[in-house]
T-cell receptor, first 115, second 115 residues
Framework: KAGVTQTPRYLIKTRGQQVTLSCSPI?????VSWYQQTPGQGLQFLFE???????NKGNFPGRFSGRQFSNSRSEMNVSTLELGDSALYLC??????????????FGQGTRLTVV | GENVEQHPSTLSVQEGDSAVIKCTYS??????FPWYKQELGKRPQLIID?????GEKKDQRIAVTLNKTAKHFSLHITETQPEDSAVYFC??????????????FGRGTQLTVWP
């Protein structure tokens, strides 16, 4: 069974640009969550999608957005990049459900560097 | 919202000794508590989890205990080996419709096992 796949693995962007990251969950998983990981702040929750609907949102500015497609693949977009957006962006997929939490498995992440 | 505190932030042990990492949570609605291990440059990997209807769970050298009354849970690693060296994250997930699918992470513990 294939794991969670994130593309691209590495990105270098300049300030002001926008970027789109992609996440393909484990087959059969309907929930995809996104986290930002930085040395100083740990794992910060961005948002979670379940069956194409955003179910949860963290405390990030509106420059951070996401979506989920009917095949459960998800994308996140960051517009008007700032230096502080440099981080490892991780997505996690889980089977989840309307009333229960299940194991979440992470992708290898996309390392974004903003210069 | 949920708040997860993790201690210690760093832990050094001799090979063969035991290691204990402790976490506390604030939301009594949390009912799912996973632990992740992240080696340098790699994705967080789920190593063990526990649900609120269970007080203890064991998997070979790893065990997790949960005290719902005190709102704390702990990871125990026995007979540590150098390959156990990594950052360990605890997390909590409330069973509440508005937060399903979201994991609240502790800040992580850097475990170093010396040969």
């Amino acid at each position: 069974k294939a794991g969670v796949t994130q593309t691209p693995r590495y990105l270098i962007k300049t300030r002001g640009q926008q970027v789109t990251l992609s996440c393909s969950p484990i087959s059969g998983h309907r929930s995809v969550s996104w986290y930002q990981q930085t040395p100083g702040q740990g794992l910060q929750f961005l948002f979670e999608y379940f069956s194409e609907t955003q179910r949860n949102k963290g405390n990030f500015p509106g420059r951070f957005s996401g979506r989920q497609f009917s095949n459960s693949r998800s994308e996140m977009n960051v517009s008007t990049l700032e230096l502080g957006d440099s981080a490892l962006y991780l997505c996690a997929s889980s089977f989840s459900g309307p009333t229960m939490n299940t194991e979440a498995f992470f992708g290898q992440g996309t390392r974004l560097t903003v210069v | 919202g949920e708040n997860v505190e993790q201690h210690p932030s760093t832990l050094s042990v001799q090979e063969g000794d035991s290691a204990v990492i402790k976490c506390t949570y604030s939301d009594s609605a949390s009912n799912y508590f996973p632990w992740y291990k992240q080696e340098l440059g790699k994705r967080p990997q789920l190593i063990i989890d526990i649900r609120s209807n269970v007080g203890e769970k064991k998997d070979q050298r790893i065990a997790v205990t949960l005290n719902k009354t005190a709102k704390h849970f702990s990871l125990h690693i026995t007979e540590t080996q150098p390959e156990d060296s990594a950052v360990y994250f605890c997390a909590a997930s409330p069973k509440r419709g508005s937060t399903l699918g979201r994991l609240y992470f502790g800040r992580g513990t850097q475990l170093t096992v010396w040969p």
